[in-house]
């Protein structure tokens, strides 16, 4: 009989030098671990980084901000581009002028010139052929931009006014005696009222500007047919193309009042263009955007001090004018003859030069009569 003490099963005799190894539970193998000298995820074998993959969210960001960037540069470039091509005017006289005065004066004039109008375009608008030098103006219009409410009056072009070296006659006379610079000459003796910025718009260009917005709104009183203007329209608010807002703002034979009241379709006409190139959708339209600005700088001329600030200004403030928000007016008149009122015109005329346009509301009318 052995004297031994029996092996523990498994054969290891490390019981006997205090190892207990042998009777330790075989730890598990989890199955998420790596194969054996594999990379961790996201690493490769050399211990460098595995590129992340494309994110389709990164590149529309990508995309969405050049095309941002690109729409701000077509934004700015095109007034840039515009305003370059619009022709500059002498249109400061060389005789003594008042001094500067408090606010900021602009002289709007329309005047009959046919430039950009071809003859057959002529014969269709019912505008007849130039006359021949430097042209009339059917429209006379003074706008004062101060700490008041803004004010836009007109002064009928025939109004009666002492003309410097040519005497008293009607005052578009003096545009075709001696242009911008004798009109404005002519603004400044009669009123004591200083022109700042001058801008002159024709036919031709009054009818690419509408056209370019895709027309007005305009809401005749009462039916107006006039051969003479090529018009034949329904009382009431409706749509007008280039073609018929021109004819609309020089019709006056059909109107009782006539001149009076044309007057009152000009500030009509050129509010409501103001009011449609300042719309949102003016902006947002890329194609409007563009000709927009292409038909005003083929429209106008202006003044060689009138810089882009002033011309973004004029544009902003003629809307505000006729919306409510300012006044618009015809000069005091005494009577349907349009001679101006010999009180109430220089009344109104002190204040605009005091820039104290919120005084002015009682002496401003539609058509320049007193009220009542």
Sequence with gaps: MSNRTPEPSGGSYGWLYGDDSATRPVAKVSDDLPPPNLPPPGR???????????????????????????????????????????????????????????????????????????????????????????????TIMLMHVGSGPTLLMSIPRDSLVDIPGYGRTKINAAFAYGGPELLVETIESNTGIRVDNFIEIGFGGLVKLVDAIGGIEICPKEDVKDKDAGLDLKQGCQQADGAIALGYSRSRHTYATQDIQRVQSQREVLGAIASKTKSPWTVINPLRYFRTAEGASTSLRIGENVSMLDGARFAFELSSSVSGKGLNCTVPLRDFAVTWDPERAPQMFDLIKRDRTSQIKGLCTTDGLPKG
């Design 44 to 138: 490769k074998a050399d211990g460098g980084r595995t590129p992340p993959k494309p994110r389709k969210k990164r590149k529309f960001g990508r995309f969405v901000g050049l095309l941002l960037t690109a729409w701000l540069i077509f934004l700015i470039a095109v007034p840039i581009w515009a305003w370059s091509r619009i022709e500059r005017i002498d249109a400061e006289p060389d005789s003594e002028r008042p001094a500067n005065q408090l606010g900021t004066n602009y002289l709007l004039v329309g005047s009959d010139s046919r430039k950009g109008l071809t003859k057959e375009q002529q014969q269709e608008l019912t505008t007849g052929g130039d006359s021949g030098g430097r042209g009339r103006t059917d």
